[in-house]
Protein backbone atom coordinates (compact mmCIF):
# COMPACT_ATOMS: atom_id res chain seq x y z
CA UNK A 1 0.00 0.00 0.00
CA UNK A 2 2.78 2.68 0.80
CA UNK A 3 4.39 1.62 -2.53
CA UNK A 4 1.06 1.77 -4.45
CA UNK A 5 -0.02 5.35 -3.27
CA UNK A 6 4.07 6.83 -3.22
CA UNK A 7 4.09 6.04 -7.28
CA UNK A 8 0.83 7.05 -8.01
CA UNK A 9 0.87 10.72 -5.92
CA UNK A 10 -1.00 10.02 -2.29
CA UNK A 11 -4.44 10.25 -4.28
CA UNK A 12 -7.01 8.08 -3.42
CA UNK A 13 -7.33 5.45 -6.07
CA UNK A 14 -10.99 5.34 -8.43
CA UNK A 15 -10.14 2.85 -10.58
CA UNK A 16 -11.65 -0.51 -9.78
CA UNK A 17 -9.21 -2.09 -12.55
CA UNK A 18 -5.91 -0.15 -11.09
CA UNK A 19 -6.21 0.21 -7.64
CA UNK A 20 -3.65 -1.50 -4.91
CA UNK A 21 -4.87 -4.93 -5.20
CA UNK A 22 -4.42 -5.13 -8.89
CA UNK A 23 -0.89 -3.34 -8.22
CA UNK A 24 -0.15 -6.23 -5.67
CA UNK A 25 -1.21 -8.94 -7.87
CA UNK A 26 -0.32 -7.77 -10.81
CA UNK A 27 -4.18 -8.30 -12.65
CA UNK A 28 -6.28 -5.99 -13.93
CA UNK A 29 -9.18 -7.84 -12.61
CA UNK A 30 -11.90 -6.23 -10.60
CA UNK A 31 -11.64 -7.84 -6.94
CA UNK A 32 -15.19 -9.95 -7.49
CA UNK A 33 -13.72 -11.02 -10.93
CA UNK A 34 -10.62 -11.92 -9.60
CA UNK A 35 -11.84 -13.67 -6.85
CA UNK A 36 -14.07 -15.61 -8.93
CA UNK A 37 -11.29 -16.79 -10.52
CA UNK A 38 -9.86 -18.84 -7.96
CA UNK A 39 -13.01 -20.82 -6.44
CA UNK A 40 -11.08 -21.15 -3.14
CA UNK A 41 -10.36 -17.26 -3.13
CA UNK A 42 -14.13 -16.88 -3.15
CA UNK A 43 -15.25 -19.25 -0.99
CA UNK A 44 -13.21 -18.04 1.95
CA UNK A 45 -14.74 -14.48 0.59
CA UNK A 46 -17.95 -15.72 1.40
CA UNK A 47 -17.28 -17.56 4.89
CA UNK A 48 -16.04 -14.53 6.14
CA UNK A 49 -18.75 -12.59 5.07
CA UNK A 50 -20.65 -14.72 6.93
CA UNK A 51 -18.25 -14.70 9.40
CA UNK A 52 -18.47 -11.01 9.93
CA UNK A 53 -22.70 -10.50 9.88
CA UNK A 54 -22.26 -13.08 13.26
CA UNK A 55 -19.65 -11.60 15.04
CA UNK A 56 -21.66 -8.33 15.97
CA UNK A 57 -25.02 -7.11 15.60
CA UNK A 58 -27.32 -7.48 12.55
CA UNK A 59 -29.62 -4.93 11.35
CA UNK A 60 -32.29 -7.22 11.93
CA UNK A 61 -32.06 -7.03 15.49
CA UNK A 62 -32.58 -3.46 15.76
CA UNK A 63 -34.56 -1.92 12.73
CA UNK A 64 -38.04 -1.60 13.47
CA UNK A 65 -39.48 -3.87 10.84
CA UNK A 66 -42.87 -4.38 12.27
CA UNK A 67 -43.35 -0.26 11.83
CA UNK A 68 -41.64 0.21 8.70
CA UNK A 69 -41.94 -3.48 6.68
CA UNK A 70 -44.59 -5.76 8.04
CA UNK A 71 -47.22 -3.19 8.49
CA UNK A 72 -47.35 -1.92 5.14
CA UNK A 73 -46.18 -5.32 3.31
CA UNK A 74 -49.08 -6.08 -0.03
CA UNK A 75 -48.68 -9.96 0.01
CA UNK A 76 -48.30 -10.08 -3.53
CA UNK A 77 -44.85 -8.53 -3.40
CA UNK A 78 -41.83 -9.72 -2.12
CA UNK A 79 -41.12 -8.34 1.02
CA UNK A 80 -37.72 -7.96 0.90
CA UNK A 81 -35.08 -8.85 -1.90
CA UNK A 82 -31.38 -9.21 -0.78
CA UNK A 83 -29.25 -8.21 -3.43
CA UNK A 84 -25.43 -9.05 -3.00
CA UNK A 85 -26.64 -11.38 -0.26
CA UNK A 86 -23.59 -13.79 -0.62
CA UNK A 87 -25.07 -17.25 1.03
CA UNK A 88 -28.60 -15.46 2.64
CA UNK A 89 -26.83 -14.94 5.81
CA UNK A 90 -29.30 -11.93 6.24
CA UNK A 91 -32.04 -13.34 4.43
CA UNK A 92 -32.17 -15.83 6.30
CA UNK A 93 -31.76 -14.47 9.63
CA UNK A 94 -34.70 -11.87 8.53
CA UNK A 95 -37.00 -15.02 7.73
CA UNK A 96 -36.28 -17.03 11.12
CA UNK A 97 -37.24 -13.46 12.71
CA UNK A 98 -39.88 -11.60 10.88
CA UNK A 99 -40.99 -13.34 8.09
CA UNK A 100 -41.77 -16.78 7.68
CA UNK A 101 -43.86 -16.94 5.15
CA UNK A 102 -43.42 -14.09 3.43
CA UNK A 103 -42.18 -13.79 0.31
CA UNK A 104 -38.67 -13.50 -0.09
CA UNK A 105 -35.74 -13.60 -2.36
CA UNK A 106 -31.77 -13.54 -2.82
CA UNK A 107 -29.71 -12.44 -5.21
CA UNK A 108 -25.70 -12.59 -6.06
CA UNK A 109 -23.50 -13.32 -8.65
CA UNK A 110 -24.15 -16.75 -10.43
CA UNK A 111 -20.88 -18.59 -8.80
CA UNK A 112 -22.17 -17.28 -5.91
CA UNK A 113 -25.61 -18.39 -5.87
CA UNK A 114 -24.53 -22.18 -6.88
CA UNK A 115 -23.12 -22.88 -3.50
CA UNK A 116 -26.42 -21.77 -1.43
CA UNK A 117 -27.87 -24.53 0.30
CA UNK A 118 -31.02 -25.10 2.26
CA UNK A 119 -33.12 -22.01 1.83
CA UNK A 120 -36.45 -21.81 3.09
CA UNK A 121 -39.22 -22.69 0.38
CA UNK A 122 -40.49 -18.54 0.71
CA UNK A 123 -37.05 -17.54 -0.43
CA UNK A 124 -36.81 -17.08 -4.29
CA UNK A 125 -32.88 -17.40 -4.96
CA UNK A 126 -31.74 -16.02 -8.42
CA UNK A 127 -29.03 -14.85 -10.01
CA UNK A 128 -28.13 -11.17 -10.68
CA UNK A 129 -24.98 -9.71 -11.63
CA UNK A 130 -24.90 -5.56 -11.68
CA UNK A 131 -21.19 -5.74 -12.37
CA UNK A 132 -22.02 -7.49 -15.95
CA UNK A 133 -22.09 -4.03 -17.23
CA UNK A 134 -19.40 -1.07 -15.37
CA UNK A 135 -21.26 1.52 -14.13
CA UNK A 136 -20.84 3.99 -11.46
CA UNK A 137 -22.71 2.70 -8.08
CA UNK A 138 -25.23 5.90 -8.30
CA UNK A 139 -26.20 4.47 -11.93
CA UNK A 140 -26.60 1.09 -10.37
CA UNK A 141 -29.19 2.65 -7.84
CA UNK A 142 -30.96 4.57 -10.66
CA UNK A 143 -31.51 1.21 -12.93
CA UNK A 144 -33.54 -0.06 -9.92
CA UNK A 145 -35.96 2.62 -9.43
CA UNK A 146 -38.26 0.92 -12.39
CA UNK A 147 -38.34 -1.98 -9.94
CA UNK A 148 -39.52 0.32 -6.97
CA UNK A 149 -43.35 1.37 -5.90
CA UNK A 150 -43.87 5.02 -5.70
CA UNK A 151 -44.59 5.26 -1.90
CA UNK A 152 -44.34 1.56 -1.18
CA UNK A 153 -40.78 0.21 -1.98
CA UNK A 154 -37.34 1.11 -0.57
CA UNK A 155 -33.93 0.52 -0.96
CA UNK A 156 -32.48 -0.31 2.04
CA UNK A 157 -28.23 0.21 2.54
CA UNK A 158 -26.63 -1.51 5.16
CA UNK A 159 -23.65 0.44 5.26
CA UNK A 160 -21.39 2.11 7.49
CA UNK A 161 -21.82 6.13 8.04
CA UNK A 162 -18.93 8.09 8.76
CA UNK A 163 -18.93 11.41 11.14
CA UNK A 164 -17.47 14.08 9.53
CA UNK A 165 -14.90 14.74 11.74
CA UNK A 166 -13.43 12.02 14.55
CA UNK A 167 -14.44 8.93 13.65
CA UNK A 168 -13.35 5.94 15.64
CA UNK A 169 -10.26 3.53 14.68
CA UNK A 170 -12.39 0.85 13.50
CA UNK A 171 -14.20 2.86 11.18
CA UNK A 172 -10.94 4.65 9.14
CA UNK A 173 -9.81 1.42 9.74
CA UNK A 174 -12.56 0.08 7.30
CA UNK A 175 -12.09 2.99 5.04
CA UNK A 176 -8.38 2.33 4.40
CA UNK A 177 -9.64 -1.67 3.58
CA UNK A 178 -12.01 -0.07 1.36
CA UNK A 179 -9.54 1.79 -0.47
CA UNK A 180 -6.92 -1.36 -0.67
CA UNK A 181 -9.10 -3.98 -2.15
CA UNK A 182 -11.96 -2.22 -3.91
CA UNK A 183 -10.71 1.66 -4.84
CA UNK A 184 -13.61 2.38 -3.01
CA UNK A 185 -14.35 4.51 0.54
CA UNK A 186 -16.56 4.37 3.47
CA UNK A 187 -18.74 7.58 3.56
CA UNK A 188 -19.83 10.46 5.33
CA UNK A 189 -23.79 11.30 5.53
CA UNK A 190 -22.81 13.97 3.19
CA UNK A 191 -20.89 11.84 0.87
CA UNK A 192 -24.18 9.39 0.86
CA UNK A 193 -26.76 12.09 0.29
CA UNK A 194 -24.34 13.24 -2.95
CA UNK A 195 -23.98 9.81 -4.36
CA UNK A 196 -28.13 8.97 -3.98
CA UNK A 197 -28.68 12.51 -5.13
CA UNK A 198 -26.84 11.78 -8.11
CA UNK A 199 -29.42 8.51 -8.71
CA UNK A 200 -32.25 10.73 -8.86
CA UNK A 201 -33.55 8.91 -5.89
CA UNK A 202 -33.90 10.54 -1.71
CA UNK A 203 -32.50 9.60 1.26
CA UNK A 204 -35.29 9.60 3.70
CA UNK A 205 -33.92 8.73 7.02
CA UNK A 206 -30.38 7.58 8.46
CA UNK A 207 -31.08 4.93 11.16
CA UNK A 208 -27.45 4.42 13.08
CA UNK A 209 -27.04 2.37 15.53
CA UNK A 210 -25.74 3.15 19.01
CA UNK A 211 -22.85 1.21 18.87
CA UNK A 212 -21.51 2.61 15.79
CA UNK A 213 -21.91 -0.34 13.43
CA UNK A 214 -23.22 -0.61 10.15
CA UNK A 215 -26.02 1.62 9.48
CA UNK A 216 -29.32 1.28 7.55
CA UNK A 217 -29.80 4.14 4.60
CA UNK A 218 -33.83 4.24 3.73
CA UNK A 219 -34.22 5.22 -0.05
CA UNK A 220 -37.16 6.17 -2.15
CA UNK A 221 -37.87 7.48 -5.39
CA UNK A 222 -38.81 11.60 -5.48
Known amino acids: MPEYVKQFGYK ?3 DIHGGPLQYALNTSLTPFEFWSSKPDTLNDFN ?16 FPVDQELLNRYRQDTHLLVDVGGGWGHDIVAFQKTHAPDAKLALQD ?10 LAPNI ?14 HEILRNTAPAMTPGYSKILLNEFVLPDQGCSMSHALMDI ?3 AITSGLERTRRQWRDLIDRSGLRISKFRIPVDGGE ?8
Open 124 to 137: ECSEYDFFAREQPI
Open 12 to 14: CST
Open 177 to 179: NML
Open 109 to 118: LPNVIANVQN
Open 215 to 222: AIIEIEQI
Open 47 to 62: NMMAGVRQSRPSWIEW
